[in-house]
Structure formats: C-alpha cells, structure tokens
T-cell receptor, first 114, second 117 residues
C-alpha cells in the first residue's frame, strides 16, 4: 500500500539558510499534518491543512510557513534557520473530517542545522 | 488541557518476558481517540492501534494487547513474550479537536523499550 512520502530524507543547512520540506500524502487523503520531533523528544504538532486550507496551527515559529497544493502535497518552508531547528520533521496524512481518522506518518526528514 | 503521561522513561526486559507500557491521559472531551505508535531506531512512526472513548473493549493482536480503562483514564499496552525486534520507543497519543474539525495529536513523552537477547 502507498505510504506518505517525504523528501528529502536528510538535509543539512547552515544557520540563517532556508529549507523546504515536501510531503506527498497517501492517495485520497485530504488532510496533512506537520510535526517536529527534537532529539529525545516527542513529536510536537506544527500545522495542518484540510482541502488546501490551513485548519489548525500549533507551536510553529513565524519563520516557518506551509501550504497544501491542489494535488494535496504540502511543503514546509523554513527560513532564517537556527541551531534549535535541528530535528526530525514528520508529515502525516489522514482522510476527511468524519470523526478522527488515523494519521499515517511519513518516514520523516532529518534536518541538521550547522 | 489535553495531556498524555507516560511515566516510564525506559524499560529493559530480557527476551520472552512480558512487558506493560503505561499511558495515562487527561481530556475535557467526551469523545476522544487514543493511539499507540512505535518508533524503531530507524526513526519512522508506525501506527499500532486506535481506540475511541466509547469502546472499552480490550484488544489483542498477536503478541500485543491493549487495556483501555476510562475510569482510570488509562490505555496500557502489553507485549507478551517480547522479542529483540520490539526494541523501540513507544508513544501514546490523544486526539485533540481543532475548531476547523480536524484533529491533532498530543503525544506522551514516550517509553524506550530495550529487549535484551
């Protein structure tokens, strides 16, 4: 079965650079979520989109922005990177608003900021 | 506020032992969902189970079983006859509704399980 695809899998950036993470949800899933997992931490919710509209926002820095495109893929844009942004970034997808559908997670993008 | 507590930071067992991972949650919602995910050393988050607040039946899937007790706000996970491949961090999560109708997860801090050969 198709899973959530994230690219790149690994990314190394310098401080103050920008980064773009991409997420391709499971086919027919219309909701995308982004989570950030710092070293030894639990995943923290950043932002979500339903049908290309932002649906919820968590502790996402103002330096980060995200959107969901017409084909339902999503991109997380991160600017003015800081050392503390080094983390594993997960994208998850689910389908619809009817109840709570299970979120299926991608393999994550490991971002290292030097 | 929604909260998930996994008090066990790390557990070590010898292969073939049974082990129970605890999860206690707090929520104001009358309808909510609980989940368990496994994060092996490779880093991905693997879905294990979902339970809604109206279904208190325990569930068994192979060597895995889950005990949901609404009265104590707990959703514990037991691995029977543990194997080395069970070594991972296990996260319990609780759904939290957004006004838009979507849900985000509130994760516990995770329990690292080490199964020794």
């Amino acid at each position: 079965a198709a899973g959530v695809i994230q690219s790149p899998r690994h990314l190394i950036k310098e401080k103050r650079e920008t980064a773009t993470l991409k997420c391709y949800p499971i086919p027919r899933h219309d909701t995308v979520y982004w989570y950030q997992q710092g070293p030894g931490q639990d995943p923290q919710f950043l932002i979500s989109f339903y049908e290309k509209m932002q649906s919820d926002k968590g502790s996402i820095p103002d330096r980060f922005s995200a959107q969901q495109f017409s084909d339902y893929h999503s991109e997380l844009n991160m600017s003015s990177l800081e050392l503390g942004d080094s983390a594993l970034y997960f994208c998850a997808s689910s389908s619809g608003l009817a109840g709570v559908d299970t979120q299926y997670f991608g393999p994550g993008t490991r971002l290292t900021v030097l | 506020a929604q909260k998930v507590t996994q008090a066990q930071t790390e557990i070590s067992v010898v292969e073939k032992e049974d082990v129970t991972l605890d999860c206690v949650y707090e929520t104001r919602d009358t309808t909510y969902y609980l989940f368990w995910y496994k994060q092996p050393p490779s880093g991905e988050l693997v879905f294990l189970i979902r339970r809604n607040s109206f279904d208190e039946q325990n569930e068994i899937s192979g060597r895995y079983s889950w005990n949901f007790q609404k009265s104590t706000s707990s959703f514990n996970f037991t691995i029977t006859a543990s194997q080395v491949v069970d070594s991972a961090v296990y996260f319990c999560a609780l759904s939290e509704a957004a006004t838009s109708g979507t849900y985000k997860y509130i994760f516990g801090t995770g329990t690292r399980l080490k199964v020794l050969a």
